[in-house]
């Protein structure tokens, strides 16, 4: 293949993720395309990038489509990813919001969830607040826009690199059981979350607003303007004055005016509340 | 600086171990086995001991009790498991003995950066 029919067939498919889920292919990633469906490619007996893309062409989307796209995602994940972030959830920011909300209601969005450990993590981390908790009604949504990684988290099996890194050794004995090479975490877990193929600009599975909402490593694959229509939808399924968790290296500032710096917790972004909302917090 | 006693009889897990631990800003001295690892405690303090399981002379496990037997939990380094016998039985002995962490070989920076970060030492 001649580099310019191979760069306009990676043009085409960097096409197709960014139309599945808005994720702009940088450079760096560009190139290293090739490598990531090389798997694939071998699996569907194509030679080249340029076989592919007329594949896909020939089947208008379909199941080799939805491959490529998962592919291309980057699932990285851990549990209790970035350490002082869970810290501080469980020992300041749950017990701030259980002894501040007026109603026993917790909802929680994990968005971009990938293989599922931070949603995980987060079930972990209220089971040991049980007492905090108790007669609480709590809810986990868990999204990610690949199909596989939603099908990996869901059935809740982990490599057992997956389960050291991160996670202490005393919650792998309490929450999962050896399962041949892999371990299994427990139905208890599992049947607190409900997790959903979903994307971050239109998403159909969030209902109504979420006390907290982590987006993690997340905004850095989009647009500026797909940026905006992500923090535009994440605001839009906040409670007022609901807790957004983002990525070490990922800000509101210059994106959104409808999250602000929080006060009280280093690092997180709170939902901006609606004037009149603000007012009558005042009056109270 | 934080350091760590890595025992282990593999001079390639020593290696690797040490490679890390460095790149972690945590110094590093080395013991073959678990006779060799109880002399330089007794000589040298140190706030984590990365443990291999098997080895000649004297075992993993044997250190284990004859240093929580000697040191009072306050005054004794953080002791993180690092061995091949992965079974439940094996993770459930080494808690009871009084080890901290647990790591299943192969393990990488990942897994080792998150468990001197469990077991507070970074």
Same mark, same amino acid.
């Given at each position: 293949?001649?580099?310019?029919?191979?760069?306009?067939?990676?043009?085409?498919?960097?096409?197709?993720?960014?139309?599945?889920?808005?994720?702009?292919? &940088?450079?760096?990633?560009?190139?290293?395309?090739?490598?990531?469906?090389?798997?694939?490619?071998?699996?569907?007996? #194509?030679? *080249?990038?340029?076989?592919?893309?007329? +594949?896909?062409?020939?089947?208008?989307?379909?199941?080799?489509?939805?491959?490529?796209?998962?592919?291309?995602?980057?699932?990285?994940? &851990?549990?209790? +990813?970035?350490?002082?972030?869970?810290?501080?959830?469980?020992?300041?920011?749950?017990?701030?919001?259980?002894?501040?909300?007026?109603?026993?209601?917790? +909802?929680?969005?994990?968005?971009?969830? &990938?293989?599922?450990?931070?949603? /995980? *993590?987060?079930?972990?981390?209220?089971?040991?607040?049980?007492?905090?908790?108790?007669?609480?009604?709590?809810?986990?949504?868990?999204?990610?826009?690949?199909?596989?990684?939603?099908?990996?988290?869901?059935?809740? #099996?982990?490599?057992?690199?997956?389960?050291? +890194?991160?996670?202490?050794?005393?919650?792998? #004995?309490?929450?999962?059981?050896?399962?041949?090479?892999?371990?299994?975490?427990?139905?208890? #877990?599992?049947?607190?979350?409900?997790?959903?193929?979903?994307?971050?600009?239109?998403?159909?599975?969030?209902?109504?607003? =979420?006390?907290?909402?982590?987006?993690?490593?997340?905004?850095? =694959?989009?647009?500026?303007?797909?940026?905006?229509?992500?923090?535009?939808?994440?605001?839009?399924?906040?409670?007022?004055?609901? /807790?957004?968790?983002?990525?070490?290296?990922?800000?509101?500032?210059?994106?959104?005016?409808?999250?602000?710096?929080?006060?009280?917790?280093?690092?997180? /972004?709170?939902?901006?509340?609606?004037?009149?909302?603000? *007012? &009558?917090?005042?009056?109270? | 600086? !934080?350091?760590?006693?890595?025992?282990?009889? $593999?001079?390639?897990? %020593?290696?690797?171990? %040490?490679?890390?631990?460095?790149?972690?800003?945590? $110094?590093?001295?080395?013991?073959?086995?678990? %006779?060799?690892?109880?002399?330089?405690?007794?000589?040298?303090?140190?706030?984590?001991?990365?443990?291999?399981?098997?080895?000649?002379?004297?075992?993993?496990?044997?250190?284990?009790?004859?240093?929580?037997?000697?040191?009072?939990?306050?005054? %004794?380094?953080?002791?993180?498991?690092?061995?091949?016998?992965?079974?439940?039985?094996?993770? !459930?002995?080494?808690?009871?003995?009084?080890?901290?962490?647990?790591?299943? !070989?192969?393990?990488?920076?990942?897994?080792?950066?998150? !468990?001197?970060?469990?077991?507070?030492?970074?």
């Amino acid at each position: 293949m001649t580099g310019s029919r191979q760069s306009g067939a990676i043009r085409m498919i960097a096409a197709l993720l960014e139309a599945r889920t808005g994720q702009v292919l &940088s450079e760096n990633r560009m190139w290293r395309l090739e490598t990531s469906l090389k798997p694939l490619m071998r699996a569907n007996s #194509l030679r *080249s990038l340029e076989d592919l893309v007329a +594949r896909l062409a020939d089947q208008g989307g379909g199941p080799l489509a939805n491959d490529v796209v998962n592919a291309l995602l980057n699932n990285e994940s &851990s549990f209790f +990813r970035d350490h002082h972030v869970f810290q501080m959830l469980a020992t300041q920011i749950l017990p701030h919001i259980a002894q501040t909300r007026k109603e026993k209601s917790l +909802r929680i969005w994990s968005a971009g969830c &990938s293989t599922g450990q931070e949603a /995980y *993590s987060l079930a972990m981390t209220l089971r040991k607040q049980a007492d905090l908790w108790k007669g609480w009604q709590i809810s986990i949504l868990a999204t990610d826009i690949s199909s596989s990684v939603v099908e990996r988290a869901q059935a809740g #099996l982990f490599s057992q690199i997956d389960v050291q +890194r991160g996670l202490a050794v005393n919650d792998l #004995l309490r929450w999962f059981e050896p399962a041949g090479d892999t371990w299994r975490i427990s139905q208890e #877990l599992r049947h607190m979350i409900d997790f959903r193929v979903d994307n971050l600009f239109e998403p159909q599975a969030p209902s109504g607003s =979420y006390d907290l909402v982590m987006c993690r490593n997340v905004q850095f =694959y989009f647009s500026a303007e797909m940026r905006r229509k992500v923090f535009g939808c994440l605001a839009r399924h906040s409670a007022p004055g609901g /807790y957004l968790i983002l990525g070490a290296g990922e800000t509101v500032i210059g994106q959104t005016i409808d999250f602000t710096a929080s006060m009280q917790f280093r690092g997180i /972004y709170e939902r901006v509340r609606p004037k009149e909302d603000a *007012s &009558s917090v005042k009056a109270a | 600086m !934080k350091n760590c006693l890595v025992v282990d009889d $593999s001079k390639v897990i %020593r290696k690797v171990a %040490r490679h890390i631990l460095e790149s972690l800003n945590i $110094s590093v001295s080395e013991a073959c086995d678990g %006779r060799d690892a109880l002399n330089q405690c007794e000589s040298a303090s140190h706030d984590v001991v990365l443990l291999d399981w098997n080895m000649p002379v004297m075992n993993g496990m044997e250190f284990l009790q004859q240093l929580t037997a000697t040191k009072a939990a306050a005054s %004794r380094p953080k002791v993180i498991f690092c061995t091949t016998e992965n079974g439940l039985g094996h993770i !459930k002995a080494a808690l009871d003995a009084g080890a901290d962490e647990y790591v299943m !070989k192969p393990f990488d920076r990942d897994t080792l950066e998150s !468990k001197l970060q469990i077991v507070g030492v970074i």
